[in-house]
């Protein structure tokens, strides 16, 4: 008798083929499912989606890529159609109100009337008193985001899986602003620091940007919180060489700003721009829930637009400060339709109404969630002993490169290094560990210490 197939796995390959609106070559599309799949088994489920019309097949061997084939004869439950310019496609399922408003922003535009900024709309929300989400979603999203290191320090379990993080969140975030860079191309270059050669320059910057802005959320996840300092910071990370103004860094704006495809035109007096901001970031630290603050920021700092460019992803890198300061699993976009996520924020920028947006965030969390929970499980326990002096193996690692103490110096340098930080008890095992650290470095990983790329050079030339 034949296997019978799990609709399951079809239906995560349509997903991940509805993430990948160019195309995709099965490796790729490997990638991006939420469970392990071997490479010929893979390769028969998409050849079954393409007799079935819903993958379409271009090329031969090598060279064969798959999309996502939407029926001519009408759209599926997760290929909704909606009225508008260009019949966009909407992925996700989502709620009546969701495509309510998906089907009002794809309208044609002269069908839509001309909004600005409504400050009501911010000043209408009131901390523990107004929830974009409800009890049960919220109830929901901290069922399936816990984790075991709830009592850890802050930032104890994005550390756990800070490698995936960098490259996932990297990734998708830039995605979402039309980064043409595949993951596969963005793991190499934060990795390995290979660029991919027939990227644009931006493209690159852009994915640099945003591995330092997530290193910067994870290290300092014990100090930084929901303000005008930390969005500030981000800003000037994530916009680092791509503004035309290198002053506008870390600024808000002083002038206007146009977005396209929608009819709402954004604030343009630098003082009420002002205002709204430090509204915004005071009314986010009084908000208790973290998934509530998470969406709050996703929500409003778009809807502002309070700097000359880059506002999506700040409010992306912002959303997941609360998460991990409290060590719940991240929130990385993986798979996330542009065109879903492009509308929800229409939605709220042109008609005040976050439902769509929301529909995509509770998908989008439980999707990062999912992933996360099975690569943690993958890893085992963490280290105590290193989770607990992960600061001085830090400074101990950075010491001996810093220094460029010599191999056979190292041992006797850590001993006297350690005598005035580490309990006598522990200093054989903190040498060990930093030992270990230090010969695993390589020029794919050294960022995780605070060590500039001459001083890494210099440490690796004095070695034999």
């Not at 083929?17 to 893979?42: C, D, H, K, S, Y």
């Not at 974009?132 to 320090?153: A, V």
């Amino acid at each position: 008798m034949p296997k019978k197939i799990d609709s399951t796995e079809l239906d995560a390959i349509v997903r991940a083929l509805a993430a990948l609106p160019e195309g995709a070559q099965a490796p790729e599309i490997e990638v991006r499912l939420p469970f392990r799949m071997n490479r010929r088994t893979l390769q028969r489920r998409l050849e079954m989606l393409v007799r079935l019309g819903r993958a379409r097949k271009e090329g031969q061997r090598r060279g064969t890529r798959y999309y996502l084939d939407v029926p001519r004869g009408g759209a599926t439950p997760r290929e909704q159609a909606a009225p508008g310019e260009g019949n966009i496609a909407l992925t996700l399922e989502v709620s009546p109100k969701g495509y309510e408003i998906f089907s009002a922003v794809t309208a044609p535009v002269q069908n839509r009337a001309r909004v600005s900024y409504e400050r009501a709309f911010l000043d209408s929300y009131q901390p523990g008193t107004t929830f974009y989400l409800s009890h049960d979603e919220r109830r929901r999203l901290h069922d399936i985001g816990h984790s075991s290191q709830g009592t850890e320090p802050a930032g104890t379990y994005a550390r756990q899986i800070y490698d995936r993080l960098l490259i996932d969140l990297s990734f998708n975030s830039s995605r979402l602003e039309g980064n043409t860079y595949s993951l596969l191309e963005t793991q190499r270059l934060i990795e390995l620091g290979q660029a991919a050669e027939d990227r644009d320059a931006q493209e690159t910057q852009m994915i640099i940007n945003h591995k330092a802005a997530i290193e910067y959320v994870i290290e300092a996840a014990e100090e930084i919180g929901i303000d005008r300092r930390t969005l500030l910071n981000l800003h000037a990370i994530l916009s680092d060489n791509l503004l035309g103004d290198p002053a506008a860094s870390g600024r808000l704006r002083s002038g206007p700003v146009e977005i396209s495809s929608t009819v709402y035109t954004p604030i343009a007096v630098p003082q009420l721009i002002e205002e709204c901001f430090a509204q915004i970031a005071r009314t986010a630290s009084l908000i208790e829930d973290p998934f509530e603050q998470a969406f709050f920021m996703l929500v409003h700092i778009p809807y502002l637009q309070p700097f000359e460019d880059v506002n999506k992803r700040v409010s992306r890198l912002a959303a997941n400060v609360p998460l991990i300061r409290h060590n719940l699993r991240p929130l990385s976009f993986i798979d996330v339709p542009k065109n879903d996520y492009i509308a929800g924020l229409l939605g709220v920028y042109e008609l005040n109404r976050p439902a769509l947006l929301k529909d995509v965030f509770l998908w989008a969390y439980e999707r990062s969630a999912s992933q996360y929970a099975a690569i943690r499980k993958s890893l085992g326990a963490p280290d105590q002993f290193r989770l607990r002096h992960r600061e001085e193996i830090k400074a101990a690692v950075a010491a001996v490169v810093t220094k460029a103490i010599a191999p056979k110096d190292v041992a006797d340098f850590l001993f006297a290094w350690a005598e005035e930080r580490i309990d006598e008890t522990e200093r054989a095992r903190f040498v060990s560990v930093v030992e270990t650290e230090l010969a695993g470095l390589h020029e794919g990983n050294f960022a995780r210490y605070p060590i500039r790329p001459s001083q890494f050079d210099a440490w690796i030339a004095r070695s034999p």
